[in-house]
C-alpha cells in the first residue's frame, strides 16, 4: 500500500485572458485550422485528409503565421491576413502598439512534409498513423461538478466573467490582457478557502492606480467563487507593479503553444508536453489529449474513482497507442489494471478512431484557445465532445 495522499495543504494554479500574447496567437492558430476545415466541407472534400500545424507569432503591431498545412486551394495568405485582422479586432485590440488594422502581417505557411505524410496518411492496408510520437495525459476529480481541479476551473471563471463584462460594454475601462492566479487551501482533501487572489488586468486609462481597479474587477470576483471562500483573512493582489497599461503583444512578445498548463489542469496533473493550438487531429498531442480526458472524465463520472489520471503514449506514423495508464491515486473503486483493459476495449484509440468518436474533423477550435480546454460544458450544452459523459453507464454495467 502506497503512501496516503496529503489532506490539509495550498495549492495554486493561474489563466491568462484571450488577449494575453500566447492566448491571440492561439486564437489565431485556431482560427485557421477552423478555416480550413470550414473550406474543405464547403468543397466538399475528405475533411480526413486536412492537415494543419499553423504556428502564430505576434509583437508590436506584427503578426507572423508559419507552419504546415494540405487542403483547399482557395486559402490563400490574403485570406489568412483578413483572418487575422478579424481575429485581433474580435479580441479587442485597438490600440497604438497592437491594432487589427495597422498590424503587419507576414505569412510562411508551406505544405506539409512528404515524409510526415506517408506516416499518417491511411493508404492501401496501411490505417492512418498517428501523427507525431509522445505521451498525453487525461485527469479528472471531484473537486468541482465538471470534474475538474478547482484552482485552475476558478481562475477561469474569474477570466471569463470579466471578459465578458469588457464586450458588453459594463466596464470599458479594462482592456483585453489579463491574468489571475488562486492559492487554495484543502482540508480534508477538499478545497475550502481562497488565501491569495491575484489578478493583473490591462487597464486603458493610464491614470488609473492598482485600487483603481481592484474596485472594477473585486465584484466579479466575488461573484465568480463559492460562497465563503473569501475571507477577512484574503491576501488580494491587483496589477501588483502598480501600472498595466501597455498590454497584449505590444507589452510581451506572443507564441502559439506557450501556455499548455493553463490549457489543461493548471498543474495538478502531468502533462506530456505538446501544445494544443492550431494542430489538426492526427497530431496526438491535441487528439489523444482529448481522448485522455474524455475518459479519465468517465471514470469519475461512473463513480470508480474520486481522481483519476490517464496516459497514453504514441509512435510517429503507428495507429495504435504504445500504452495506456491509469493512476486512481488510492481513491479507485476498481482495479487498475482491469479498468486499463475495459477503456482499450470500450473506445478505439487509434487517430481515426479518436477523430471519429469525438468528431474532431469539424471547425471547433477557435473557441478553445482561451479559458481552458477542458472542464467546460459538454457538446448538448454548447461545449466539447470530450465532456460527454456518455460512457459511464456502460462503465458501471462493467464493473457492477
Given at each position: 500500500?502506497?503512501?496516503?495522499?496529503?489532506?490539509?495543504?495550498?495549492?495554486?494554479?493561474?489563466?491568462?485572458?484571450?488577449g494575453h500574447p500566447d492566448k491571440v496567437c492561439d486564437r489565431i492558430s485556431d482560427e485557421i485550422l477552423d478555416l480550413f476545415f470550414r473550406e474543405g466541407e464547403a468543397e466538399g472534400l475528405d475533411v480526413a485528409t486536412i492537415r494543419c500545424a499553423a504556428e502564430t507569432l505576434a509583437t508590436t503591431n506584427k503578426v507572423v503565421i508559419a507552419g504546415e498545412t494540405r487542403g483547399p486551394e482557395s486559402i490563400t495568405a490574403e485570406r489568412i491576413e483578413a483572418l487575422v485582422r478579424e481575429t485581433v479586432r474580435d479580441i479587442g485590440y485597438e490600440q497604438e502598439g497592437f491594432h487589427w488594422e495597422k498590424l503587419d502581417f507576414e505569412y510562411l505557411l508551406h505544405p506539409q512534409s512528404a515524409d510526415i505524410a506517408q506516416g499518417v496518411d491511411a493508404t492501401g492496408n496501411k490505417d492512418e498513423g498517428a501523427g507525431d510520437q509522445g505521451i498525453m495525459f487525461g485527469y479528472a476529480c471531484t473537486e468541482t461538478p465538471e470534474l475538474m481541479p478547482a484552482p485552475i476551473f476558478y481562475a477561469h471563471r474569474i477570466l471569463q466573467t470579466l471578459a465578458q463584462a469588457r464586450h458588453s460594454g459594463a466596464e470599458p475601462k479594462l482592456g483585453p490582457d489579463s491574468k489571475s492566479q488562486l492559492t487554495?487551501?484543502?482540508?480534508?482533501?477538499?478545497?475550502?478557502?481562497?488565501?491569495?487572489?491575484?489578478?493583473?488586468?490591462?487597464?486603458?486609462?493610464?491614470?488609473?492606480?492598482?485600487?483603481?481597479?481592484?474596485?472594477?474587477?473585486?465584484?466579479?470576483?466575488?461573484?465568480?467563487?463559492?460562497e465563503g471562500w473569501i475571507t477577512r483573512d484574503t491576501e488580494w493582489h491587483v496589477n501588483p507593479t502598480g501600472k498595466f497599461h501597455i498590454g497584449g503583444p505590444d507589452g510581451d512578445c506572443g507564441l502559439t503553444?506557450?501556455?499548455?498548463?493553463?490549457?489543461?489542469?493548471?498543474?495538478a496533473a502531468p502533462h506530456g508536453g505538446?501544445?494544443?493550438?492550431?494542430?489538426?487531429?492526427?497530431?496526438?498531442?491535441?487528439?489523444?489529449?482529448?481522448?485522455?480526458?474524455?475518459?479519465?472524465?468517465?471514470?469519475?463520472?461512473?463513480?470508480?474513482?474520486?481522481?483519476?489520471t490517464l496516459q497514453l503514449s504514441y509512435?510517429?506514423?503507428?495507429?495504435?497507442?504504445?500504452?495506456?495508464?491509469?493512476d486512481l491515486h488510492g481513491s479507485g473503486e476498481v482495479d487498475e489494471a482491469r479498468l486499463e483493459r475495459v477503456l482499450m476495449e470500450i473506445m478505439d484509440l487509434r487517430p481515426r478512431g479518436i477523430r471519429e468518436h469525438l468528431g474532431l474533423n469539424r471547425p471547433i477550435y477557435a473557441r478553445t484557445s482561451a479559458y481552458g480546454h477542458f472542464g467546460r460544458?459538454?457538446?448538448?450544452?454548447?461545449?466539447?465532445?470530450?465532456?460527454?459523459?456518455?460512457?459511464?453507464?456502460?462503465?458501471?454495467?462493467?464493473?457492477?
Open positions: 500500500m502506497g503512501p496516503v495522499p496529503r489532506q490539509n495543504y495550498l495549492f495554486t494554479s493561474e489563466s491568462v485572458s484571450e487554495l487551501r484543502y482540508e480534508n482533501g477538499r478545497p475550502v478557502e481562497v488565501t491569495q487572489i491575484v489578478v493583473s488586468h490591462q487597464h486603458l486609462d493610464p491614470d488609473l492606480t492598482s485600487d483603481d481597479v481592484r474596485a472594477i474587477i473585486e465584484p466579479y470576483v466575488r461573484e465568480t467563487l463559492p503553444g506557450r501556455k499548455i498548463i493553463v490549457d489543461t489542469y493548471g498543474g505538446g501544445a494544443f493550438s492550431g494542430k489538426d487531429p492526427t497530431k496526438v498531442d491535441r487528439s489523444a489529449a482529448y481522448a485522455a480526458r474524455y475518459l479519465a472524465k468517465n471514470v469519475v463520472a461512473a463513480g470508480l474513482a474520486e481522481r483519476c509512435a510517429i506514423g503507428v495507429a495504435r497507442p504504445l500504452s495506456l495508464y491509469v460544458a459538454p457538446e448538448e450544452d454548447g461545449g466539447f465532445s470530450w465532456e460527454r459523459t456518455d460512457l459511464v453507464d456502460e462503465l458501471k454495467s462493467i464493473f457492477s
